[in-house]
């Protein structure tokens, strides 16, 4: 069974900085894409970013510039580290594990989400 579990959320203020942590339990050779979605109350939820086993990233345009992807194959781990944090980024963010084919990202695997709440 794949577990992904997620850390590092958290409250903080605008124009600051978190970084999320995804583990996984075991290494799922079925995907070779991980990726964050978020979602705000009332609001669809938005795929943020997610990155290939190869390391090609991409990014929703309201983050581009201010959050980075990354990941640790060897830890099965991935990261979103997220920077100018605004008001709007609050959300629940779930970190994912899926495939990438042809430009397009399909989650298979969802953790439970993380809360990050920017507020001043």
């Known amino acids: 069974q794949v577990q992904l579990v997620e850390s590092g959320g958290g409250f903080v203020q605008p124009g600051g900085s978190l970084r999320l942590s995804c583990s996984s339990s075991?290494?799922?050779?079925?995907?070779?894409?991980m990726g964050w979605y978020r979602q705000a109350p009332g609001k669809e939820r938005e795929l943020v970013a997610y990155?290939?086993?190869?390391?090609?990233?991409n990014y929703a345009d309201s983050v581009k510039g201010r959050f980075t992807i990354s990941r640790d194959n060897a830890k099965n781990m991935v990261y979103l580290q997220m920077n100018s944090l605004k008001p709007e980024d609050t959300a629940v963010y779930s970190c994912?594990?899926?495939?990438?084919?042809?430009?397009?990202?399909?989650?298979?695997?969802w953790g439970q989400g993380t809360q990050v709440t920017v507020s001043s």
């Open positions: 994912t594990a899926g495939t990438s084919i042809s430009g397009s990202y399909y989650p298979h695997y």
């Open positions: 075991t290494i799922i050779v079925s995907i070779n894409a």
């Open positions: 990155i290939t086993t190869t390391g090609r990233t």
